[in-house]
């Protein structure tokens, strides 16, 4: 498919493709999408969110993994963001890594162990 397919329309057009596409199960062409979204407003935590999310979901971990660090930089309560985070750690086999990110995410969540 030609490039500019997934560059064509307006931001909105864009991310209700990227959207499709990712619910279609389609994360490459979903990733195609929002890379350029991305560049275009990096600063909207949607877009780079659901870009982690297709990184993730397509094997492309080290994306995901630089993706969210971004998002974790900027926003670090942003729970959904750390739990990938750490999920995206594990699969790379970097458990030790994933840990601080996991409990991040439990505690913002509210999930706490009963005493």
């Given at each position: 498919?030609?490039?500019?397919?997934?560059?064509?329309?307006?931001?909105?057009?864009?991310w209700?493709?990227?959207?499709?596409?990712?619910?279609?199960?389609?994360?490459?062409?979903?990733?195609?999408?929002?890379?350029?979204?991305?560049?275009?407003v990096?600063?909207?935590?949607?877009?780079?969110?659901?870009?982690?999310?297709?990184y993730?979901?397509s094997?492309?971990?080290?994306?995901?993994?630089?993706?969210?660090?971004?998002?974790?930089?900027?926003?670090?309560?942003?729970?959904?963001?750390?739990?990938?985070?750490?999920?995206?750690?594990?699969?790379?086999?970097?458990?030790?890594?994933?840990?601080?990110?996991?409990?991040?995410?439990?505690?913002?969540?509210g999930?706490?162990?009963?005493?």
């Amino acid at each position: 498919m030609d490039m500019t397919y997934y560059d064509h329309g307006t931001p909105a057009e864009r991310w209700e493709r990227a959207q499709m596409f990712f619910d279609a199960k389609d994360y490459a062409a979903a990733a195609r999408v929002l890379g350029g979204l991305v560049e275009e407003v990096p600063e909207q935590t949607g877009p780079r969110l659901l870009l982690a999310r297709a990184y993730y979901h397509s094997a492309q971990l080290r994306r995901a993994e630089s993706e969210l660090r971004v998002i974790v930089e900027r926003d670090p309560v942003e729970h959904y963001a750390r739990l990938m985070l750490g999920r995206t750690l594990e699969r790379q086999g970097r458990h030790e890594e994933a840990g601080p990110h996991l409990r991040i995410a439990s505690a913002l969540a509210g999930d706490f162990e009963q005493v």
